[in-house]
């Protein structure tokens, strides 16, 4: 059997195979062709699906609360992500409602944030919005550290991006997640079908605040939101 991490790992997996089973955790398995459905996969492939479109929308208004200022955002995204859009769509709702300005910006590795940051800083953004990626998961310290260079308030799906350095974090847990999957492995090698296996989604998100950070960017976090954060860094 086959594990891919992301709809591009899993979308090489499915077109290199149609009979090798599959599980593959990402933001959206229906969107990019994956399965059929998340309660009929129909496939070679099932998983976990960790993006929603409510998850998108709540880190740009912690951002909006972060930096009450706020008036321009950089949204980043993987170019070759086919499932970016999930996170992009709500992210520019969500702003019209709180009166933001979007600025999407591409990146296709880790070579390209710098570049990236020099877009976002001559678009005069305030801060950085990621959407749900491996890249920007992997690439967290490396985020960080630019982010500070440039003063930016930065959020981040992934729970290990304030333990990096990041400011701050919404969405599920990343490493129970990639843990759970050992449940489809488990159940695949004992002889279950992809396809009787529905895509499961996470029931729990987090709020992770880094306090250093916050200060280092002269950020002073409302007292709700430490109130209401699973995890908080001193």
Excluded: W
């Excluded at 800083?121 to 950085?128: C, D, K």
């Excluded at 759970?180 to 895509?199: C, D, K, M, Q, W």
């Amino acid at each position: 059997m086959i594990f891919a991490s992301g709809a591009v790992a899993g979308r090489t997996a499915k077109d290199a195979t149609s009979t090798i089973p599959i599980v593959c955790l990402t933001g959206d398995l229906v969107e990019p062709g994956l399965v059929q459905s998340l309660a009929s996969p129909g496939g070679n492939v099932t998983g976990i699906s960790i993006l929603t479109a409510e998850a998108s929308a709540k880190r740009l208004e912690l951002l909006k609360q972060l930096v009450p200022a706020l008036e321009r955002v950089a949204a980043f995204y993987n170019v070759a992500d086919p499932t970016a859009a999930l996170s992009l769509k709500p992210t520019e709702a969500a702003a019209k409602k709180l009166q933001l300005t979007v600025e999407a910006l591409g990146v296709r590795g880790e070579s390209d944030f710098g570049n990236a940051f020099a877009a976002a800083m001559q678009a005069r953004v305030q801060a950085i919005a990621l959407t749900s990626n491996p890249l920007f998961d992997i690439a967290g310290r490396q985020i960080a550290e630019l982010a500070l260079q440039n003063k930016l308030a930065t959020i981040s799906f992934a729970n290990t991006f304030p333990k990096v350095g990041g400011l701050a974090s919404y969405g599920p847990d990343i490493l129970a997640s990639y843990r759970h999957a050992a449940y489809f492995i488990s159940r695949i090698l004992n002889g279950a079908r992809p396809t009787e296996l529905p895509v499961e989604q996470p029931t729990k998100f987090s709020l992770g605040i880094n306090l250093n950070t916050a200060r280092t960017l002269d950020i002073q976090v409302p007292d709700i939101l430490l109130a209401s954060a699973d995890e908080v860094i001193e």
